[in-house]
């Protein structure tokens, strides 16, 4: 297979890039005939602009912001399509220490429901709402902590105020007291544990099990013009992920996140790696984090029409089929000898207040 | 931005490097706000209309729908725009032009000016290695450099390269 345009794969510097960056450093593209170009970003919103204006081919991206720029939700809709899922897992919210230790009950429950409601009795003793910090609107990020805080008897709107910061802003911010925590993507959580300032108070997959976290966006354009291109990234990112997930191999995926470009801190992301110390650990291939399920991306959808921000005119399930293409995946995983669990199969994942997150009407 | 300033129908408010994009936007109220997109609170200014419940100023993407490859200029020039009041100004687009256009001048005067400082940076660590092998080995000036120069193409490495192998290694020699 020759491709002549290397395709143009955009990144943030998180740890769950990892699989785009061990096929690139490991040659995993380059063995499947495909040459790749990393893009690393400073903010979603770019990554969401050039995948639709053709200036990015592919992306690791927030499956809520993938389907709310397919949607038209922030600005004219772009052309996308959501073919494979890159990670599961591995975001926190982590709060300040006297946040923390006013809420502690070392006799009392612990699990995610249990937190909240002591968490909403401190929100209530506050003069004013507290900060949190998100990393977008449209994130996996807000859309569980406000699921959270609801199922826990607060209100996101009101209780407290939520505010965007570029996750490698967060432990700064929460340093310096301009938030009370925040809910980002690893190694940041982990980094604001280390430095003293920050407390772990529960792992996102404590709201959701086995939730979904990145996804692959592709600009669709591209993809329909290179099908032969988008098998090789599917194959090599499925490799990666394989990889990612194996045995022994944090140590080195650690160090290549490390270098250029992402230059992350190696023991902050080894940590929250597969088989990790941290709590909160990310997924690369396990629990179906590969498969996009379109299921999944109704309930992103669901959440988002619960909090106001999706007109009743969108058939929820409509947009997951058009967007999430599971379909385009059997191919790339047969090829890698996974065995396909078919396009409505669903991996079920229960939510902090009972319910399953994969059924569509959960929590809406 | 002096050629937008000069333009009486439009006021241009500069933001101060430190300054906060969705403080600017609260304080100045602005029709379009162009970014730079190497912001990474461009995040920020895109979530406000999801999340700010007590001043919902709508703020959406401006986009040129009819002319999709200009917005695609833009976003290759490093520019992008964000409507804050809902219907975009009749004249927003010659603004967003000379905003790209200076961007684009803008960028290749920095460039230029990285260049020249790594490579006053990159005479330096010649230099300073040319020194050391003239001290330690007892070369000539010429002589270091062409010591420099075979190590360089032995290796398949740039100059400057190999002399920071040799600074690093004198480091390390010494600690």
């Known amino acids: 297979m020759t491709v002549s345009a290397p395709v143009r794969l955009g990144l943030l510097r998180l740890a769950d890039s990892a699989p785009s960056v061990v096929a690139l450093q490991r040659g995993l593209f380059r063995e499947l005939g495909l040459s790749v170009e990393l893009s690393v970003e400073p903010s979603w919103a770019n990554i969401a602009d050039k995948l639709a204006y053709g200036l990015l081919d592919a992306a690791s991206m927030l499956p809520p912001l993938a389907l709310a720029a397919a949607l038209g939700l922030r600005g004219a809709p772009a052309k996308l399509l959501v073919p494979m899922g890159l990670s599961g897992g591995g975001n926190t919210v982590t709060v300040r220490r006297e946040v923390a230790d006013a809420i502690a009950s070392p006799a009392g429950a612990h699990d995610a429901l249990a937190k909240g409601r002591r968490l909403a009795a401190w929100l209530r003793a506050q003069p004013a709402p507290p900060r949190f910090a998100v990393v977008h609107a449209f994130s996996t990020h807000n859309l569980l902590l406000r699921y959270w805080l609801a199922a826990s008897g607060i209100d996101p709107d009101r209780d407290i105020t939520t505010v965007v910061i570029p996750p490698e802003q967060v432990q700064a911010a929460l340093a310096e007291g301009r938030i009370a925590g925040f809910c980002a993507g690893a190694p940041w959580g982990e980094l604001a544990e280390q430095d003293g300032t920050g407390r772990h108070l529960l792992g996102t997959s404590e709201i959701w099990a086995n939730h979904p976290e990145k996804c692959l966006a592709v600009a669709e354009p591209w993809a329909m013009a290179n099908p032969a291109a988008l098998q090789a990234l599917l194959r090599g990112l499925l490799q990666a992920q394989l990889l990612c997930e194996q045995a022994g191999s944090a140590a080195w995926v650690a160090g290549l996140l490390a270098e250029p470009p992402l230059n992350l801190p190696a023991a902050a992301v080894r940590a929250c790696l597969p088989r990790g110390s941290a709590a909160e650990r990310i997924r690369f291939h396990a629990g179906g984090a590969w498969v996009p399920q379109r299921s999944q991306a109704i309930w992103f959808l669901a959440q988002m029409r619960r909090w106001g921000w999706l007109g009743t005119e969108i058939d929820l399930r409509d947009a997951a089929e058009r967007v999430y293409r599971p379909d385009l995946l059997a191919a790339a995983a047969d090829a890698e000898g996974r065995s396909w669990p078919g396009t409505d199969i669903v991996t079920a994942g229960g939510l902090c207040d009972g319910t399953i997150g994969d059924q569509p009407a959960a929590g809406v | ?175």
């Open chain 2, 1 to 175: 931005m002096q050629a937008l300033a000069a333009d009486r129908g439009i006021t241009v408010s500069r933001l101060q490097p430190g300054d906060s994009l969705l403080e600017a936007v609260a304080v100045h109220g602005p029709d379009v706000v162009l970014v730079d997109m190497a912001r990474p609170d461009r995040d920020a200014l895109e979530s406000l209309r999801q999340l700010s419940a007590s001043n919902p100023r709508p703020i959406a993407l401006f986009v040129d729908q009819d002319d999709p490859s200009f917005m695609e200029a833009a976003i290759a020039a490093g520019v992008s725009s964000y409507n804050v009041i809902g219907t975009p100004p009749p004249d927003v687009k010659p603004i967003l032009r000379a905003a790209v256009a200076l961007f684009r001048r803008y960028q290749q005067t920095r460039a230029a000016l990285d260049s020249a400082e790594t490579r006053l940076e990159e005479r330096a660590v010649i230099d300073q290695a040319k020194t050391r092998l003239i001290r330690e080995r007892r070369l000539s000036e010429p002589d270091a450099y062409r010591w420099l120069r075979r190590n360089a193409m032995s290796s398949g490495q740039k100059i400057v390269d190999v002399a920071r192998k040799l600074l690093r290694e004198a480091e390390d020699t010494r600690s």
